[in-house]
């Protein structure tokens, strides 16, 4: 059964600092979603030195959502990333990873660069609004690659 990797954010648009993002994995049938939260965010607990990859505290689906179909290898790439210790910091946010770990496994950018170098939640939502415009997808119809893993540009 194919893996299912699905990229979300919360705002396609507002405020530099607005909203979330996360990715979403579904493997048969069950739906797993990870972000990356800050030990002082109110709607974490503080783990300390442990990773800041929180699951499933995002809705399914956000504002702006776009899925992918995994290959084996891509999906081995995956389960790698979301065993690192990671850590949540200004230059490492929830849309930074999210959109890392979609270019790692799919070699996909999902870009979320914002003005001054930081990537936000609503840079990515933006993004992924136009890459649907061009090429829906949903989680029942993901994009298929061509090729497994980082393409070459």
Known sequence: MAII?????????GEYTSGH??????????TTRY???P?????????GV????????????????????????QTNTLRNLLLQNV????????????????????????????WGGFETPRELGTNIVLLEAKDPTSKTKPKILKNAGLSSW
């Not at 990797?5 to 648009?13: D, F, K, Y």
């Not at 965010?41 to 503080?46: F, R």
């Not at 442990?50 to 290898?73: H, S």
């Not at 490492?92 to 270019?103: G, I, K, L, P, R």
């Open 5 to 13: 990797l699905g990229i979300h954010s919360n705002v396609a648009s």
């Open 21 to 30: 993002a996360w990715i979403s994995v579904t493997e048969a049938g069950i």
């Open 35 to 37: 972000g990356l939260w």
């Open 39 to 47: 030990d002082a965010h109110p709607k974490t607990v503080d783990n």
């Open 50 to 73: 442990g990773t800041d990859i929180r699951k499933n505290m995002e809705p399914p689906t956000g504002v702006a959502n776009r899925y992918y179909q995994l290959t084996p290898e």
């Open 87 to 114: 850590t949540w910091t200004y230059t490492n946010t929830c849309a930074s990873w999210a959109s890392e770990v979609v270019y790692q496994a799919t070699g996909k950018d999902v870009d979320a660069d914002d």
